[in-house]
């Protein structure tokens, strides 16, 4: 929660990058102080214009864009620490946030994907508990997406040229609570957009003489990464890897591919 050495880390890598805040970035702040900087504050500032909440960012030599969402989004139908919001973004409910993501995409360059990012993916991907946004945690299940990247995504297709192959987000684990099994992690949508959820939880691992392939990895750990191929402008591949660390040695330990331009997708 709030972990500012890991935003500062982030912040330090030296590649082309994109960041979402999400409510655990917020938790225990209700809004801004004014009389110190607090550690949200510190965050948006560590990560500057890579901070892509309800803004784009554009990278030329890839030809892509990304827009972000609703930043510090716990999902469903309220606004998290509306305070916040308000007082940095100047948004007061839903259909504000909704306005202020598509307008975050107009004016995207023509010869440019736009990829979403959010912290949690939109409404309309189904209320089953094993949904990709479905609420897992009550009786009956239902929809936990965000209201206002649906409003938003809806807007920009009728409306608008811009070419959006792609949602990432994360906060829905894929591990479901009281032991119900796994999530659904990918959705392609009607609308053609490829829906994805990389909240793979716990992203490390320590490595044990159980769940090493090598006994070698031992004192390593393992790290999960939600990986998307694009090639001439289409998304060609999507899988869930995990990468054993030792040291300065990386291996690729496991796959699972989830998507394929063939068509084939699975969760």
């Known amino acids: ?19 979402i805040l999400g409510n ?69 409910d839903m259909e ?12 995207t360059p023509e010869d440019h994907l736009v990829i979403l990012l959010a912290h949690n993916g939109s409404t309309g991907l189904g209320s089953e508990l094993n949904d990709i946004c479905g609420k897992d945690w009550v009786f009956g299940g239902g929809d936990h997406g965000d209201p206002d990247l649906a409003q938003a995504i809806s807007h920009l297709k009728e ?33 053609d957009i490829i829906y994805l959820n990389g909240a793979i939880v716990p992203r490390v691992k320590r490595s044990t003489n159980e769940t090493s392939l090598h006994a070698s990895n031992s004192d390593g750990t393992y790290r999960a990464f939600t990986l998307v191929e694009i090639l001439s402008g289409q998304v060609n591949k999507i899988s869930e890897s995990w990468v054993s660390v030792v040291g300065n040695e990386t291996t690729l330990e496991e796959e699972h ?11």
């Open 159 to 191: 409306t608008t040229n811009v070419s959006i192959p792609l949602l990432v987000f994360g906060h829905m684990h894929k591990e479901l609570a009281h032991g119900n099994g796994l999530r659904k992690m990918i959705v392609v949508g009607a609308d």
């Open 257 to 267: 591919i989830l998507f394929k331009s063939n068509g084939q997708s699975s969760c």
């Open 1 to 19: 929660m709030k972990n500012l050495e890991l935003v500062q880390d982030v912040a330090a890598l030296n590649f082309p990058k994109a960041v």
């Open 24 to 92: 655990h970035d917020s938790w225990s702040t209700q809004q801004f102080s004014s009389k110190k900087k607090d550690r949200v504050q510190l965050q948006l500032e560590c990560l500057g214009q890579e901070h892509v909440g309800y803004k784009r960012l554009d990278f030329p030599l890839l030809k892509l864009s990304i827009v972000g969402g609703w930043p510090f989004s716990c999902g469903g139908q309220q606004i998290f620490r509306k305070r916040l919001l308000s007082a940095r973004y100047g948004i007061q």
């Open 96 to 107: 504000g946030s909704a306005k202020r993501i598509y307008e975050a995409a107009l004016g």
